[in-house]
C-alpha cells in the first residue's frame, strides 16, 4: 500500500469523484490557481478546468448559498471554506437552508453537498483562525459531520460524504495536512456513523478526535509504561454516531475520557459523556474525564495558543485520573 | 403479589443505612431476594423480626438518629399509610415488599456534619492519601456504579468495604477484593447453599418445604385440576441442529453460545405468534390473548424448579434469546432472579433432553394453557421417501388446557411447529 499523506488523500478522494461524476464541481475562496490556502485543490484547475474548479469571492453565506442551490438542482457540489472559523458567516445556510430542505419539502428536494473545511491550533493564527467548532454542528438535525483523522479515513470517508445525498460538515484539522499514512490503491469507501478503534486496550476507553487521536495514541504509549492499557477509539463520523461501538468499549474498560482539542465546555465530549454514563453507567469505574482547550480564545502567541490547547500530556494525565488509587 | 415471608433482617436497629443497602431478605412465592432501604438514616426500629407479612405492613422505621419513634408501627398493618403521613419530615415506616417501602427523602445536611467537614485541612488531606476506613454510620458510601452493581449483585454491604479510589471512593478492585476474602458474605444471598447436617443413618429425613418448592407444590395441584389433553409429535432435527451449529460457527466475541433451545424457543415464539390460542392466560373463566410471547423456561435449580422468561422472544433474534437465556439461567443457579424475571410468561418449554430423555409429559404451568414437553435430539430410525432413513430425531409434546384450546387448536399449533423446526427458514 502506498505512503501518502492526508493533504493527498484528500485530493485523490476529490480527483477520484470529479473524474466519475460530471455533477460534482469545486467552489472555494483561491481554490483554483493557488490551489486552495492548505494547498489541497492543487493541480485540480488544470485537469478539471475552471468550470469545475470555481474560485469565489469573499462571502461564505453566498458560496453556501449558490451551492445549496446547485445541490438541490441535482450537482454535488464541494465547497471549501478557507478557516472553520469563517463557517459562522455561512451559518444561516447551512442550518436553516441547507438542513432543513429534504424534510420541509417531505424529501420532494435533497441537498447533496459537502462543505469542505479546516482549522485547529499549531501555527499560532489567533483567534479568529484556528477554532475547532465542529460541536456547533453536531447540534443541528439535517446536518452530518465528519472529523476524519488518517489519511486513509479523510479519503473514505470524504468519498462517502460527497456521495451522501445529505449536507456534511467535513472538517479537517490544519497540523494533519502533511501527516503520511498506508492508504489501499482502491478507495475503499467507509460509511458514515462507523467508529475505528485505532488501539485496543483494557483499562480505560479513550473517545478522541481529529488531531487528539493522534495525542490520544501517543498517551496510550506512555500510559502502557505504567502497565495502563488504554483503548483508543475515533469516532470519525460525529453525526452520525457509533454509540455502539463507544458503549461496548467502555463496557469493556469501565473507563473512559474523551479528547479533543475545541474547548471542553460544551464541546463534544460532553455529548459522548453523556451517552456513556446512559448506556454504561453499571460499567462505569470512575468519573468520565474530558479533555479539551481551556475556556480561552486562542492567543496569537505560540506558547500561550500550546497551553491553551490539549496535548497528549493532557490525555495522559485524564488517564491516570481514571486509574487513580488514592 | 399478596404477602411475603421476612427471611432475616440484614441491619440491625441502631445501624445506619444508606439509601440502596440491602435491608432485609424477603421470601415470597416466586423468588428470595433482598429488599433496599428506599432512605438513608438509622434503622430506628424492626416492627417484624421475621414471618410471614401482608403487602404494605409497616415491618420497620428509618428516621435520624434518636428520634422518638415509640408511636410508629404498633398499630401494624392497620395503617401504614397514616403513619407515613403523620411524620412526613422525619420518620420513614418501612413497607414490605419491594416497590412499597416508602421513606421520606431527607437532606444529607439534616443529620450531624460529615466527618471530613470538621477536620483540619492537614488532616483531611491525609485521609484523602490513604485508603479510607469503611464510611461511618450515616455517612453516605462513595462508590463508583461499577462497585455498586458488583456489590450487589454479590450481596455484599458497601459500607463495609474500604475505598482506595480518588477521595477514598469505593471503585470495582475493591469490591473484588472483599468478596474473595468474605465468601461469608457471598452465602449470605444464596441460604440454599447453608450446608445441612447429614440425617443420622437409620432415620427418616424430614425436609422442610422452602418457599418456592412450596409454590411448585401449590400451582402443580392447581394446574392438575384443569382437563387437559396431550399432543406428540416426532420431527426430524436435522435442520434444527445444523442451524445452531451454523450460529455457533458465526458467533462474535462476546456473544452468548446459542443452544438447540434457544433455536427452539425463537421457533416456538413464531409459532405462538401464529396461533395466538395457544400463547394465553386462563383467569377467572376469561381467555387472555398475549400481543407477544413469552417464553418460560424451565431451569432446574438448587432450590427447585423455576420458571424465567424470555420476553418478546417472537421479536428476538436467537442471538439474543441466547445472551438473554444466560443470564437468566445463571441468575436464577446463584437464587438472584427478581420477580420481573418470573412474570408475564405466556409459554412454558421444558427440555430434559440433556437427561437422554426421548420423550415426557409436562404438567401446566397456569394461568399458562399450555406447556411443550422437548425430549432429547437422538439418531433414530424414520421412514422417509419410503424408506427408513437414520438421522438426528425429536419428539415433542404438547399439553393443552382444554378450557382454553381445543384439539384442533393444538394440533394445528404443532404441525406449524414441526414445520418451523424441520425448516426453519420458513418461521421468518
Known amino acids: 500500500m502506498p505512503e501518502v499523506t492526508y493533504r493527498e488523500a484528500v485530493r485523490d478522494a476529490l480527483s477520484r469523484a470529479l473524474r466519475e461524476d460530471d455533477g460534482v464541481f469545486l467552489m472555494g475562496e483561491d481554490i483554483a490557481e493557488m490551489g486552495g490556502s492548505m494547498a489541497v485543490t492543487q493541480g485540480l484547475l488544470e485537469e478539471f478546468g475552471a468550470k469545475r474548479i470555481r474560485n469565489t469571492p469573499i462571502s461564505e453565506m453566498a458560496i453556501v448559498g449558490t451551492a445549496i442551490g446547485a445541490a438541490m438542482q441535482g450537482m454535488r457540489p464541494i465547497v471549501e471554506i478557507m478557516y472553520e472559523d469563517f463557517l459562522t458567516l455561512s451559518m444561516e445556510q447551512l442550518v436553516n437552508q441547507a438542513a432543513k430542505h429534504r424534510t420541509m419539502s417531505g424529501g420532494q428536494l435533497k441537498v447533496p453537498l459537502t462543505i469542505r473545511t479546516q482549522g485547529g491550533a499549531g501555527w499560532s493564527p489567533g483567534a479568529q483562525h484556528a477554532q475547532q467548532l465542529e460541536a456547533w454542528f453536531v447540534h443541528v438535525p439535517g446536518l452530518k459531520v465528519v472529523f476524519a483523522s488518517t489519511p486513509e479515513d479523510v479519503r473514505g470517508l470524504l468519498w462517502t460524504a460527497i456521495h451522501d445525498d445529505n449536507p456534511v460538515v467535513f472538517f479537517e484539522h490544519r497540523t494533519l495536512y502533511p501527516v503520511k499514512g498506508e492508504v489501499p490503491d482502491e478507495l475503499e469507501p467507509i460509511p458514515l456513523g462507523k467508529a475505528r478503534i485505532h488501539r485496543e486496550g483494557t483499562d480505560v476507553t479513550v473517545i478522541a478526535t481529529g488531531r487528539l487521536v493522534h495525542e490520544a495514541l501517543q498517551a496510550a504509549e506512555e500510559a502502557e509504561k505504567d502497565g495502563i492499557s488504554v483503548e483508543v477509539v475515533d469516532p470519525r463520523t460525529l453525526l452520525p454516531l457509533d454509540e455502539e461501538a463507544i458503549v461496548a468499549s467502555v463496557r469493556k474498560t469501565t473507563r473512559c475520557v474523551t479528547a479533543h482539542e475545541a474547548v471542553t465546555r460544551a464541546g463534544f465530549g460532553a455529548e459522548l459523556a453523556a451517552i456513556v454514563q446512559h448506556g454504561a453507567f453499571d460499567w462505569l469505574d470512575a468519573p468520565i474525564e474530558r479533555v479539551g482547550a481551556r475556556f480561552a480564545p486562542l492567543p496569537f502567541a505560540p506558547v500561550m495558543e500550546q497551553w491553551v490547547v490539549p496535548h497528549a500530556a493532557d490525555v495522559l494525565d485524564a488517564v491516570r485520573r481514571t486509574v487513580a488509587r488514592a | ?428
Not at chain 2, 462476546?254 to 394465553?280: C, F, Q
Not at chain 2, 420476553?311 to 436467537?318: F, H, K, L, P, T
Not at chain 2, 422417509?384 to 399439553?399: E, H, K, R, S, W
Request: net charge negative.
Open chain 2, 1 to 428: 403479589m399478596e404477602a411475603g415471608t421476612i427471611v432475616r433482617w440484614l441491619k440491625s436497629e441502631g445501624d445506619a443505612v444508606a439509601k440502596g443497602e440491602p435491608l432485609y431478605e424477603l421470601d415470597t412465592d416466586k423468588v428470595t431476594q433482598e429488599v433496599e432501604a428506599e432512605a438513608d438514616g438509622v434503622l430506628l426500629k424492626i416492627v417484624i423480626s421475621d414471618g410471614e407479612v401482608d403487602v404494605g405492613t409497616t415491618v420497620g422505621v428509618i428516621g435520624a438518629e434518636g428520634e422518638d419513634v415509640s408511636g410508629l408501627g404498633d398499630g401494624n398493618g392497620a395503617s401504614p399509610q397514616a403513619a407515613a403521613s403523620d411524620a412526613p419530615a422525619a420518620e420513614a415506616p418501612t413497607q414490605a415488599a419491594p416497590g412499597t417501602t416508602r421513606a421520606a427523602e431527607r437532606p444529607p445536611e439534616a443529620g450531624p456534619a460529615p466527618e471530613a467537614a470538621r477536620k483540619p485541612p492537614a488532616e483531611a488531606a491525609r485521609a484523602a492519601a490513604a485508603p479510607s476506613p469503611p464510611a461511618a454510620a450515616g455517612e453516605r458510601v462513595k462508590a463508583s456504579p461499577l462497585a455498586r452493581r458488583i456489590a450487589r449483585e454479590r450481596g455484599l454491604d458497601l459500607a463495609s468495604i474500604a475505598g482506595t479510589g480518588p477521595e477514598g471512593r469505593v471503585i470495582a478492585e475493591d469490591v473484588e477484593r472483599a468478596a474473595e476474602g468474605a465468601p461469608a458474605a457471598a452465602a449470605v444471598a444464596a441460604p440454599a447453599a447453608r450446608p445441612q447436617a447429614p440425617a443420622p443413618p437409620g432415620e427418616v429425613e424430614i425436609v422442610e418445604l422452602t418457599s418456592v418448592r412450596r409454590t411448585i407444590a401449590r400451582r402443580l395441584t392447581e394446574a392438575w385440576e384443569a382437563p387437559v389433553f396431550q399432543l406428540t409429535v416426532t420431527v426430524d432435527a436435522s435442520e434444527l441442529s445444523a442451524t445452531r451449529e451454523r450460529m455457533v460457527e458465526l458467533m462474535r466475541e462476546g456473544e452468548a453460545k446459542p443452544t438447540v433451545n434457544d433455536v427452539l424457543t425463537r421457533l416456538t415464539a413464531a409459532a405462538l405468534m401464529r396461533h395466538r390460542a395457544v400463547n394465553a392466560h386462563f383467569v377467572d373463566g376469561k381467555i387472555h390473548r398475549w400481543p407477544a410471547a413469552n417464553v418460560g423456561i424451565a431451569v432446574a435449580t438448587p432450590n427447585g424448579l423455576v420458571v424465567p422468561v424470555v420476553r418478546d422472544a417472537d421479536r428476538r433474534s436467537v442471538q439474543e434469546i441466547a445472551a438473554v437465556r444466560t443470564d437468566l439461567v445463571s441468575r436464577a443457579r446463584e437464587g438472584k432472579l427478581q420477580l420481573a424475571d418470573l412474570e408475564d410468561g405466556t409459554f412454558t418449554i421444558s427440555n430434559l433432553g440433556m437427561y437422554g430423555i426421548e420423550q415426557f409429559i409436562a404438567v401446566l404451568n397456569p394461568p399458562q394453557v399450555a406447556i411443550l414437553a422437548v425430549g432429547s435430539i437422538e439418531e433414530r430410525p424414520r421412514v422417509a421417501g419410503g424408506g427408513l432413513v437414520v438421522g438426528p430425531t425429536m419428539t415433542m409434546t404438547l399439553t393443552c388446557d382444554h378450557r382454553a384450546i381445543d384439539g384442533s387448536e393444538g394440533a394445528e399449533f404443532l404441525r406449524d411447529l414441526k414445520l418451523f423446526v424441520e425448516s426453519p427458514a420458513l418461521a421468518l
